[in-house]
């Protein structure tokens, strides 16, 4: 009973909590959304303005006129703009060198824009419209904010054309819209420093303003709202990404009321949830984890093939259903044992019958290895002789394949790279005389290939080889240099060839024949250079890409 009331309870207080949370995260995010609305409505004037300055430096910078800077003087028809303007302190035109060609107010000749900032070049690397803080204007000699429009001709850019708002003409136009709103706002950069704020009154509560880490942290292309000591504060693009506006108001309830709401959303649930889980662990710890630790001690001791013992007394109190648990892992392990026992005494069997196998089929080959050497010796002809000692070589190189697998342990994969080495070295061994002038020479790299395609894969290299040495016999002192590697895709590439030069063509080997069956099983590309009998080249995919097809031949004459 105890255990039905704490899984009961047990979600009802996560349920309870989330709720309460989600009715505190609700009454936020719609406060939050309630000044965000409001600080859009509030900023009509800074946003006229600064859009005003936007489109006036857009059509000044297409205008004829100014794109023929070193044509005339401006100067009037300058004034004439920034009349219309009457917040806007100073109008200039200068070329890419930031010589100000023409002006409103008069500059001095060959004055520059505002050294200290990097205005132009943004507006140079954006090759656009721009907007920024200046400590000092060239022209007004005071901060502003600066905004500037590249002046092109067809494609090229010929200069620039700027236009300055004074920090006191930024606090006014501020001051103007506050008298609705009764907010604290700040024009700030996308560094968050602040570039003029409004005029705190005496009628008004005093709110903070963001700092500027906290300004960066929520700039984007939506209204962000950032928590200050006091209040509350939304930023808002006025023109990404170069100027926000900033708006705080104070807080809509004292700081305590609004924690208090949010640990009373939180406490009065997680203290059900607390009862809960108490109810729940003693339900669980009397009828469920005292009796499968009991359990637990029980299916260890079975484990390491102890034997069944009487019921724990944990298990009294225990539900049917865990008793019969316990009964039912003792029965399994009897059963488990017994099963083992014969396995193991199957396995120790297949490995015998398999040592067996293994011992009469190395005996077999070496019986059938001797009969053809002993008949090789007696071979009534060279032609005969040479057949019976390939085919001797042969059955050599299919023991050593076999000895490899036997000895190794390996059945899926073996390495065909040590499989190249011993097959090149036991075939020079076996030509005795034939082959002393023969030096092998290795370029091997880790090279791996299932069994199945492992052994055709050796009887190849091994054909190559024997026709290499064949070739070689009587062409004097000779390197024989064997190449093995694995692309990444796992095609496999062998080359045999020799720096030996002959001197009279000789008929292809009747070994080539074989080469062709074995490159067919694999599905592999042979290259032969008729002029070099002993020159072989073989790519073989990998078993993916294997297909049934005939063997393509590259010859090559030299």
């Known amino acids: 009973m105890a255990l039905l009331l704490g899984l009961a309870m047990l979600p009802a207080g996560a349920i309870a909590t ?79 060198r930031g010589v100000i060609r023409c002006s409103f107010p008069v500059a001095a000749p060959g004055l520059r824009t505002a050294p200290q900032s990097d205005l132009r070049e943004r507006a140079s690397e954006r090759d656009g419209f721009a907007f920024g803080y200046i400590e000092r204007g060239a022209l007004t000699g005071q901060p502003v904010l600066g905004a500037i429009e590249p002046i092109h001709d067809g494609d090229r850019r010929i200069g620039f054309v700027s236009a300055s708002i004074t920090v006191t003409q930024l606090r006014e136009l501020l001051d103007r819209g506050r008298d609705l709103d009764r ?23 005093d709110v903070d303003l963001p700092r500027a880490q906290q300004i960066r942290d929520h700039l984007g292309p939506d209204p962000g709202f950032v928590r200050v000591d006091n209040g509350a504060a939304v930023i808002v693009p006025l023109h990404r990404p170069d100027l926000y506006i900033v708006m705080s108001w104070p807080a809509d309830q004292p700081a305590w ?8 959303s939180i406490a009065a649930p997680l203290l059900i949830w607390m009862l809960a889980v108490a109810a729940g662990w003693f339900a669980i710890e009397v009828f469920v984890a005292r009796p499968l630790s009991a359990v637990e001690a029980s299916a260890r001791n079975l484990a390491r093939g102890g034997e069944d013992i009487a019921e724990p007394p944990a298990l009294k109190n225990a539900p049917e259903e865990i008793r019969s648990l316990r009964r039912t892992l003792a029965a399994m392990a009897k059963t488990l044992r017994g099963r083992e026992q014969r396995l193991v005494e199957a396995l120790a069997e297949e490995r015998a019958l398999l040592r067996e196998v293994h011992h009469r089929v190395k005996n077999n080959l070496q019986m059938v290895a001797s009969l053809l050497n002993i008949q090789a010796r007696n071979a009534r002809d060279e032609s005969e002789a040479w057949g019976l ?94 190449f093995l590697c694995q692309d990444d895709d796992a095609t496999v ?46 790519s073989v995919p990998p078993p993916i890409a294997q297909i049934t097809q005939p063997v393509r031949r590259e010859d090559q004459t030299a």
């Open 493 to 538: 590439r062998l080359v045999v060839d020799s720096d030996a030069v002959l001197n009279q063509h000789q008929p292809p080997s009747p070994s080539s024949r074989l080469i062709e069956a074995f490159a067919r099983q694999l599905g592999a590309n042979v290259g032969r250079d008729p002029a070099r009998p002993f020159r072989l080249w073989v």
């Open 183 to 205: 907010a604290r706002a700040a024009i700030v950069d996308s560094d968050g420093f602040i570039i003029a704020q409004s005029t705190p009154r005496p009628d008004r509560p």
């Open 257 to 264: 009321q609004r924690w208090g709401e949010l640990l009373f």
């Open 389 to 482: 000692a390939r085919a001797h070589d042969r059955v050599q190189l299919l023991a050593l394949v076999h000895q490899r697998v036997y000895s190794s342990g390996e059945v899926r994969e073996l390495r065909v790279d040590d499989l190249a080495a011993e097959i090149s070295r036991q075939l020079v061994q076996s030509r005795g005389a034939l082959a002393k002038d023969v030096t092998l020479t290795f370029h091997l790299q880790p090279t791996r290939a299932d069994v199945d395609r492992a052994v055709p894969l050796s009887f190849l290299i091994g054909e190559g080889v024997s026709i290499a040495l064949d070739t070689l016999a009587d062409a004097g002192p000779a390197a024989l240099s064997i």
């Open 18 to 96: 989330q709720v309460g949370l989600n009715a505190v995260a609700s009454s936020q995010s719609a406060y939050e959304e309630s000044l965000s609305r409001q600080a859009l409505q509030s900023i009509s004037v800074e946003k006229g303005a600064i859009d005003e300055v936007r489109e006036m430096l857009r059509v000044l910078s297409t205008t004829p006129a100014l794109q023929q800077i070193a044509a005339g003087d401006c100067r009037t028809w300058l004034g004439d703009v920034a009349a219309r303007y009457p917040y806007v302190s100073a109008l200039a035109v200068s070329d890419n």
